[in-house]
């Protein structure tokens, strides 16, 4: 291997007696380097974005959370419920009761996703984070006060600085509905707009939070809840985690859904991931197009380096060898573009994510583009620029190169 390696290394930065070959062998390689760049840079954006996506989701969504397998609402009553209690590892239990409602502001009418929190909500969660406009609170004195989703807020019109209060309705579960008078079958609620909170835009448009004892005045529920958000202690390590939910589906057995943020946003994750996925495709199938270069470079040099051949071939030289030199060849030029994309990629990314050179236009949360490096990008960059510069280095050897000699029509 050692004498394969050194005939490549040569040749590839000796000086070829046709310059064009030193060109588009500098093409392929500042080619090379440009894709694998791009690979890593764009693969840190998006691991950006993604991260600010899933903290946006954990600040609403807890770490576990407890719903009945059937039916919409349970009471938290029983053994299984008086153990989560003592668990250490447990930093707070809060009930939610949450419903489709439908909802009119100033003659505007929508239909909104109530959900009724406690009143440490606010203490237990990240919430004034992402309040945009108001204070986050659930009462003034005795009135009920809510907090409206961005985007529903923007449809209807609603402004925590306006007086007018919003109107909340829900069919009383107790009657039937009237075809004569609707109306006279539904309970309502009133509460006044306390702020508008923002967490990605499919809360925005839907969202309402209630005091929990509104949405069970609303609904005509006494202890009843729809959910138990369950809080994990700050310093628990993912291991910890997965091992105490197994101990949670042990306890509440099979008539309760135990839900970590995963699977209470299965479809959200599963779409980042297959765009994730998507996006290393379509920069690879570049990668690919780019390193056809290397096809032509190579051919030109097994042609050029034909003399070379007739004499290692006279002095006892296996084919096998010489096919090795010129697969080297072509694979040099690619690690050597994918080393110096690597470097460039790497350096523009750890700036970007240290110093935030590029910003981010308009008005966000956040002033510059988010960049997050992940050594499984790094590996699954390297892995595939090297494959690819590979297989693309045995094409013209297995061309050029046949049965130990080079094809007659090269040859004459």
């Known amino acids: 291997m050692k004498l394969p390696f050194f005939f490549a290394r040569r040749y590839l930065f000796a000086k070829k007696s046709h310059n064009v070959i030193n060109i588009i062998s500098a093409i392929s390689a500042i080619g090379m380097a440009i894709g694998t760049a791009a690979l890593i840079i764009i693969l840190s954006v998006y691991n950006g974005f993604d991260s600010l996506i899933k903290d946006n989701i954990s600040d609403l969504s807890p770490d576990i959370l407890v719903k009945p397998a059937s039916g919409k609402v349970f009471l938290p009553e029983g053994e299984a419920f008086d153990w989560l209690g003592t668990q250490e590892a447990v930093s707070d239990v809060s009930p939610v009761l949450q419903e489709s409602v439908f909802i009119s502001y100033e003659g505007r009418q929508d239909v ?8 440490h909500f606010a203490e237990k969660t990240r919430i004034a984070e992402h309040v945009r406009s108001g204070e986050f609170r659930l009462y003034h004195g005795e009135i009920p006060l809510c907090a409206v989703g961005a985007g529903l807020a923007y449809k209807m019109g609603i402004s925590p600085h306006f007086v007018a209060a919003l109107e909340i309705y829900y069919p009383d579960r107790e009657k039937n ?24 835009a499919d809360d925005d ?27 994990l202690d700050a310093g628990l390590s993912p291991r910890a985690q997965r091992r105490f939910i197994r101990q949670m589906q042990e306890q509440f057995g099979p008539g309760y859904k135990i ?82 994309g690597l470097v460039f990629g790497l350096g523009l990314a750890w700036l970007q994510q240290r110093f935030g050179l590029i910003k981010m236009p308009g008005e966000f949360t956040i002033q510059s583009y988010p960049v997050i490096i992940q050594w499984t990008d790094i590996l699954l960059t390297v892995i595939g620029v090297s494959l690819i510069g590979y297989l693309i280095a045995l094409l013209p050897v297995a061309s050029y190169y046949k049965d130990g000699h080079l094809t007659q029509n090269q040859n004459s």
């Open 112 to 119: 909104a996703t109530a959900k009724g929190v406690g009143e």
């Open 259 to 340: 839900q970590d943020r995963y699977r209470q946003n299965e479809s959200l994750y599963k779409m980042m991931r297959y765009e994730k996925a998507a996006i290393f495709l379509i920069l690879i199938f570049i990668i690919i197009i780019i390193a056809f270069n290397i096809f032509g470079s190579l051919s030109m040099l097994i042609i050029e380096k034909q003399d070379d051949i007739a004499t290692l071939e006279s002095i006892g030289a296996p084919s096998a060898m010489i096919r090795r030199i010129f697969v080297l060849e072509g694979w040099l030029i690619s690690l050597l573009g994918l080393a110096v």
């Open 177 to 200: 509905l009237s075809l004569t008078n609707p109306a006279a079958s539904l309970r309502s609620i009133k509460a006044r707009p306390s702020c508008l909170v923002s967490f990605n």
């Open 205 to 231: 448009n839907r969202l309402l939070l209630l005091p929990l004892d509104e949405m069970r005045s609303l609904l005509k529920y006494d202890k009843e809840v729809s959910a138990l958000e369950v809080r």
